[in-house]
């Protein structure tokens, strides 16, 4: 039950925080609206205020229509990746067993014929049998 109200009188207090921030970012945003009386001040007013307007929906939809392009961009790039893993299928490697000599034959062509019959190049040892 402690842990409870300590945690209530900590979003108490953020919430709080955020009230505050709330206030000083429409503050500074948002200025007090001066309201005129006469009605041409009004028209003048509704006029800028239009202007503005505009602006920001200009700018909304030039970043909505740069979105929307970069985001058919990453689909046309994602679709071309998945039918490029679709086209090359690595097969699959066979063990092939293959002697020295006919893996130098392979590489070197038939014209060298390359003995590499290790064991007939090696010297023979004789044991001597001691005879007593």
């Known amino acids: 039950s402690c842990m409870l109200v300590v945690a209530n009188n900590l979003l108490e207090a953020e919430s709080q925080v955020k009230a505050t921030e709330r206030e000083k970012f429409l503050a500074e945003k948002c200025p007090p609206l001066d309201v005129p009386y006469s ?3 009004l028209m003048e007013l509704c006029k800028k205020l239009h202007q503005q307007i505009n602006i920001s929906e ?3 939809y030039c970043t909505e229509f740069k ?3 970069v985001l058919d961009e990453v ?3 994602n ?3 998945v039918d490029l893993r679709g086209k090359f299928k690595r ?3 066979k063990k ?3 002697s020295a000599d006919a893996m130098l034959k392979a590489l070197l062509g038939s014209k060298h014929t390359v003995n590499m ?5 090696l010297k023979q040892v004789k044991k001597e049998v001691k005879e007593e």
Do not use: F, Q, Y
């Not at 019959?117 to 190049?121: F, T």
């Open 79 to 81: 679709i071309k990746i």
């Open 96 to 98: 092939v067993r293959m």
């Open 67 to 69: 979105l929307n392009m």
């Open 39 to 41: 009605r041409e001040e």
């Open 58 to 60: 200009e700018e909304r």
């Open 117 to 121: 019959d290790l064991r007939a190049n």
């Open 75 to 77: 689909r046309d790039l």
């Open 91 to 93: 097969p699959r490697l």
